[in-house]
Each structure stands twice: as structure tokens, then as C-alpha cells.
């Protein structure tokens, strides 16, 4: 019966109650093509999201602080198989392909890209800080000590924090802010 394999597949793309729901999918960009693959896909309709960290990069002895994809080479794209045109994302700018299982987009967990625009602000930059405790292990992942391994010592309502990194086998407190800190593994 052609009506019955059309409500399994339905009921497989995420249906709800007799209504379809929408999805989060993996998008794998294009070299450094992230933010154009992100703008195209918003062009066509498609919600999207590139979640973004502060990264510092070092260039002729100087230090800049840039906002790099948090997954680079990957964003994500809200939709519904049974809706949307979800081949025309393989074919937009910036994007390499969807990530698929067989010969369907393969979606992202529940939660977890929810759990990512939660952190995140209005131009995707996600704050990590607020899952930081004094006594954890934190990596400073921009400005000139970028890399470094430390406990957090302490932290205030207005953002800093005071890490104490082990340097030449000396505890030494430094002062920063809890945006540059991520948990370290």
C-alpha cells in the first residue's frame, strides 16, 4: 500500500502528532567556507547555526583575537525531510555536503544543539564560562598565554577570574577574564 509507506517514512522523518518537527542536521563546510555556507543556507530559508569561539592567533609577533568556528568545517542546519528541499543544501556555497546515514541526512541528537544555542549569543559566540568552578582544571584558550593548563583559583560576578598556572614549578596566580578559560580535559 503506497499511503502506508508514505506515513512509516513520515513517521520516520521526525512526524509528531500528525505533524512534521523540525531537525537539526550537520552541515560539513568547505575549507574556511563556514560563515559563506551559513549565509547561503539563511539566503535559501534554512535556519542555521555556527557556533563560534574566541580564538587568539598569533602572526609577526603579534596577537589578535578572532572568532573561529567552534566545529570547524561544520555548522548546523534546522529542518524537516518531509518539507524541506534538504537536497539543495549539498549544492550551496560554502558547503562541501550534509553529513548522511545511507541515503538520508543523519540528525544531530536531541539536545545538543539546543544545549549549544543556549551558551550561545546572538552572533553565535558561546560562553563557556558559566560551567567553570573554583578548584577545575581550565585551559586559557586566547591572549598571550593561549594553551596554558591551570587550576581556577577564584571567580567574581563580573566575569574574572584568578588561574593559578604552574610556571617553572612555581604556583602563579594570573587575573583574566572567563571568557578566555574553557574546562581542560
Request: net charge positive; proline share 6%; charged share 20%.
Amino acid at each position: 500500500m503506497p499511503g502506508q509507506t508514505l506515513m512509516r517514512n513520515v513517521e520516520g522523518l521526525g512526524a509528531h502528532n500528525g505533524r512534521l518537527s523540525a531537525r537539526w542536521y550537520a552541515v560539513h563546510s568547505q575549507p574556511h567556507r563556514e560563515r559563506r555556507a551559513a549565509a547561503h543556507l539563511g539566503l535559501q530559508g534554512f535556519r542555521a547555526f555556527l557556533p563560534l569561539h574566541a580564538r587568539t592567533v598569533r602572526h609577526a609577533r603579534r596577537f589578535r583575537t578572532v572568532l573561529a568556528p567552534f566545529f570547524p568545517r561544520y555548522l548546523f542546519v534546522e529542518m524537516v525531510l518531509g518539507r524541506d528541499r534538504w537536497r539543495s543544501v549539498n549544492g550551496t556555497v560554502g558547503v562541501a555536503r550534509l553529513v548522511m546515514e545511507g541515503d538520508q541526512p543523519m540528525p544531530v541528537a536531541p539536545g545538543v544543539v539546543e544545549a549549544l544555542l543556549a551558551l550561545a549569543d546572538s552572533s553565535g559566540l558561546l560562553s563557556l564560562e558559566r560551567r567553570l568552578e573554583p578548584g577545575q582544571r581550565v585551559r586559557i584558550v586566547t591572549g598571550p598565554l593561549a594553551g596554558l593548563v591551570g587550576q581556577l583559583a577564584a571567580l567574581d560576578e563580573r566575569g574574572r577570574v584568578k588561574v593559578l598556572l604552574d610556571v617553572l614549578g612555581t604556583r602563579v596566580p594570573v587575573l583574566t577574564s572567563g571568557a578566555r578559560l574553557v574546562p581542560a580535559a
